[in-house]
């Protein structure tokens, strides 16, 4: 058996292990470890220049094991393990050691504990390193196929990419139509287009590729297997479909939070909210003279405190809209901030303000009041920059909503044995490394499945 000649690279992570752990000091004490051959810290191992002193230092020390003592391998060691498979070792020659969440979050105030205690985990990692034997890996059939959960815009658009590829696809759809919300929406910004015109081809050319099936009125109730292979079973109109794939993507997207019992939705005949105020729009019926939005309801609060994103231009959007069809109306939109993203909605929103779209922010701890019985006549708001409370008259209140996670992702989140954030949103493999990816191989996440995205 060749003797092991092992590496070390021990990761600062930044502050995550550089502020409490003293990392200078760990490499003295595992160049001293038996058949450590090398041993250095990065300040980011995970950067292209980390990988290149694991590469550097396998073929300057023979080095024919690798340890690398950082955060968690759920996320990084199939980085470095190709990263070792690159420079000509064997990926199961490598071990990983995590001195981020077992040693330095857990112990930030003890910081010399912290270092004794990273001391003895690479200790560990070293004996078993040199224990370690090379693996091959085996290889199996794979079915050439993908399941599409999830009929809306992205679902499609993915969809629609692997048929192009020479795939076969499977499209569910829980709903009688493909196109998801977007199908109930009136016009998209920055260019006033209607979406009836952007879903209608692509829903065309869905139906027109042999390669793609789709299952209308139907759900994902089983899934079983591994990459590659997984089972899938259908509930859809009384029938029950069984079939395998490869890969599974879920785009099961997000929908708008009603906002019942706030400002008077559900209890007003005059209150709707921006997807229903869309509705309207499509069917031409008239909004009143006087329109107000108040946006950020239901969002930013202690119970959901994130931004949703699109919810500001679309309340910008429509206002732009019923401004133009009638310049005589007065449109207000009341706000806590405004979120343009990008130069074009920049640009936007100023037309809307040239138009005559007037906006007032408002505080939470004020938050704008509605005046009235059956329906609003009026609103009464303080006015953060005048200093002063004021009152809109109101023949209709709009109120933006933001995204909140779909009703299945619960199902979903136990049925493919995936993630939820703390919103309820299916959480992805890594923010920046695997965006697209879960934890769970062959498993792919898209659109607002994951967040609230424009």
């Known amino acids: 058996m060749e003797e092991p000649r092992i590496g070390v690279f021990i990761c600062h992570c930044g502050i995550n292990i550089g ?44 080095l024919n094991r690798v340890l690398v003592a950082s955060c968690t391998p759920r996320t990084h060691e199939p980085l470095f393990r190709a990263a070792c498979e690159e420079a000509g070792l064997n990926k199961y020659l490598f071990e990983f050691v995590n001195i981020r969440d077992q040693c330095s979050w857990v112990h930030m105030r ?67 139509e493909l196109g998801g919300t977007l199908r109930n929406i009136n016009k998209l910004f920055p260019i006033n287009q209607e979406a009836v015109k952007l879903i209608k081809p692509l829903v065309e050319q869905i139906n027109s590729r042999h390669k793609i099936k789709t299952y209308l009125s139907s759900k994902v109730n089983q899934v079983t297997g591994f990459i590659g292979n997984f089972n899938v079973s259908l509930d859809g109109k009384g029938k029950e479909n069984q079939f395998t794939v490869g890969t599974i993507i879920v785009a099961v997207g997000a929908e708008p939070l009603k906002p019942t019992g706030q400002y008077g939705y559900g209890k007003m005949t005059n209150v709707l909210t921006q997807l229903e105020l869309e509705g309207q729009m499509k069917r031409g019926e008239s909004m009143g003279q006087n329109v107000v939005m108040i946006n950020c309801v239901g969002a930013r609060v202690p119970e ?10 679309t309340a910008v959007k429509n206002a732009f809209l019923i401004k133009e069809s009638n310049p005589k109306a007065n449109v207000w939109i009341l706000h806590r901030d405004l979120m343009t993203y990008g130069v074009d909605f920049e640009e936007y929103y100023r037309k809307a303000m040239e138009l005559g ?4 922010r408002y505080n939470l701890e004020r938050s704008p009041e509605v005046i009235g019985h059956k329906k609003v006549e009026k609103i009464k708001v303080y006015h953060e920059l005048w200093r002063k409370e004021i009152e809109l008259p109101c023949d209709m209140l709009v109120l933006t909503t933001p995204l909140i996670p ?19 949103f299916l959480l992805e493999a890594h923010l920046k490394l695997r965006p697209v990816e879960f934890a769970m191989d062959g498993i792919y996440i898209c659109g607002s499945a994951r967040w609230p995205v424009p």
């Not at 950067?47 to 396998?58: C, F, L, N, R």
């Not at 405190?305 to 500001?312: A, H, L, M, V």
């Not at 779209?357 to 007032?360: A, E, K, M, P, T």
């Open 357 to 360: 779209v007037r906006f007032i």
């Open 406 to 424: 779909a009703e299945d992702n619960q199902n979903i989140s136990k049925m493919l044995k995936v993630s939820l954030d703390e919103f309820g």
């Open 304 to 313: 959901r405190t994130y931004c949703s994103r699109i919810c500001c231009m």
């Open 110 to 176: 003890e910081p010399e504990q912290a270092t004794e205690k990273a001391k003895d985990l690479i200790r560990m990692g070293v004996a078993k390193a040199r224990l370690l034997q090379p693996l091959e890996e085996i290889e199996m059939k794979v079915a050439p196929s993908a399941l599409v959960i999830g009929g809306g815009i992205v679902g499609m658009e993915a969809a629609l990419n692997l048929a192009n590829q020479g795939f076969d696809v499977h499209l569910v759809e829980k709903e009688p």
């Open 19 to 62: 502020a409490y752990v003293n990392v200078p000091d760990v490499v003295e004490y595992a160049k001293q470890l038996p058949n450590v051959v090398h041993a250095e810290r990065n300040l980011f191992t995970c950067s292209e220049e980390g990988i290149s002193a694991i590469k550097k230092g396998i073929k300057e020390y023979n």
